[in-house]
């Protein structure tokens, strides 16, 4: 092991209230001297002020095109551990459910081959094992991959299908109006190859959130948005409401007033909805959950083209399908994800995301393209300039 460096900058940091990952690189640096030299190279860094890393790196497992992130130290005479660092994505399951023998089983590998550093979890969703050499990436894959129980496969990197994730769901939220859970496992089982073997022309994202609260952030952070919802009435528990205003609870500053589109209510006794010009924001439910539920009639509103700034502005997912119902085995929507990964596979360009092609080559084509009429839920406003395509079959000539 190399003779532990000096970190006077990053010791700061074991002060304040907040857990320090500074404290918990010092415990793992004890057993490992690749994260020894990680906080060496760390303090460095804070020195200079600049990343330590060399650029890129290109390493894997057989049979895989992605699923781990190599990388190389720009200092590796001053820090010879972490010569190599590369990073192991592994699929976690559906909404971070694990028992204690699942984790134990990943660090008892990754104790022996790897820095014993991990990230719980990257933004994505997955599990990331920080810190490995070249020679030791296929023998951890074997060894998680094997697991008589709770085995774990890579999850994704490159210009394929990523990691799917999703909200806690049904398993501990009661608004939860689509199986998050079910769906998350599902598609990423059936989308294996597209996750494994990057083939299209940059990444894709997809995440799944069991109401419009959207705990996962598939709005902004997935190029397909998976949004629970309801289409019929909400429901009331009228005795449970008065309960709330008979605790103090001002029904009509926090919610009547609050929701946006004033189609609510209150005659001191009875609460009203006029479902029909509800937006399903959930503000209600959220404020009244002992009274208030989601309808019945249950399904999901699915979003595309969410993505960050690079290269043309970061995007919000936008609705593309209002209502689909959603239970297994989800046909219409895997059919739907097929045609749309198609037209992309197609006509995207080299790094340009889903978000992007529909922006350059129009909503028409696209919509054109995986067989959906255009409707006014999928625009917030009518165009304002005049300058309109028309198909040439739209134009009657004399
Ligand atoms: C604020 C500035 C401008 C406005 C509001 C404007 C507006 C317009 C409008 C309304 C049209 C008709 C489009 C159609 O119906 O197809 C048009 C066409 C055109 N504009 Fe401009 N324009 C502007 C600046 C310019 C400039 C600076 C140039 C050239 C130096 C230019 C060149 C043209 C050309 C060549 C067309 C005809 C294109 C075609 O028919 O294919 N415009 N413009
Ligand atoms: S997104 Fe909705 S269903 Fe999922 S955990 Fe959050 S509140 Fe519950
Ligand atoms: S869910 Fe939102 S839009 Fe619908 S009634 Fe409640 S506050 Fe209003």
Request: charged residues 25%.
């Amino acid at each position: 092991m190399t003779e532990a460096k000096k970190t006077p900058l990053l010791d700061e940091l074991e002060k304040g209230p907040w857990p320090s990952f500074v404290k918990e690189m010092k415990r793992a640096a004890a057993n490992s001297p690749s994260a020894q030299d990680l906080l060496g190279q760390l303090e460095l860094s804070y020195v200079d002020k600049k990343a330590h890393w060399k650029h890129g790196g290109l390493v894997g497992v057989m049979g895989y095109g992605g699923g781990v992130i190599g990388r190389y130290s720009d200092v590796p005479e001053q820090f010879p551990n972490v010569e190599m660092f590369h990073t192991i994505r592994l699929n976690q399951p559906s909404g971070w459910y694990y028992t204690t023998k699942a984790l134990r089983q990943v660090c008892d590998v990754w104790e022996k081959y790897g820095s014993g550093l991990t990230n719980l979890h990257g933004s994505t969703g997955d599990m990331v094992l920080l810190g490995t050499q070249t020679d030791k990436i296929q023998t951890i894959f074997d060894e998680v991959s094997n697991f008589e129980e709770h085995p774990f496969d890579l999850g994704g990197s490159g210009s394929n299908l990523r990691t799917p994730s999703c909200c806690a769901g049904p398993a501990r939220c009661e608004f939860a109006m689509i199986d998050t859970l079910d769906l998350c496992h599902d598609l990423t089982n059936e989308f294996q190859d597209y996750l494994h073997r990057p083939m299209w022309p940059y990444k894709c994202k997809i995440k799944i959130s069991g109401c419009p609260n959207d705990c996962v952030a598939s709005i902004a952070r997935s190029d397909i948005s998976i949004q629970g919802t309801w289409r019929d009435d909400i429901k009331i528990d009228q005795e449970a409401v008065r309960q709330y205003v008979a605790e103090g609870f001002d029904i009509e500053g926090l919610v009547i007033a609050k929701c946006p589109t004033k189609c609510m209510s209150w005659d001191g006794n009875e609460l009203t909805i006029d479902n029909a010009n509800c937006t399903r924001c959930m503000h209600c439910i959220n404020k009244m959950c002992k009274a208030l539920r989601p309808g019945d009639d249950r399904g999901a509103t699915i979003l595309i083209g969410g993505k960050a700034p690079i290269l043309q502005g970061a995007m919000m997912g936008w609705v593309i399908i209002p209502f689909m119902k959603l239970e297994p085995p989800y046909e219409e929507l895997k059919e739907f994800l097929e045609k749309v990964w198609e037209w992309w596979d197609e006509n995207g360009k080299t790094r340009e995301r889903i978000g992007e092609l529909i922006l350059r080559l129009g909503m028409r084509n696209f919509l054109r393209a995986v067989d959906l009429e255009p409707i006014p839920q999928m625009v917030q406003a009518p165009r304002a300039n005049p300058f309109f395509f028309w198909w040439p079959e739209e134009v009657v000539q004399d």
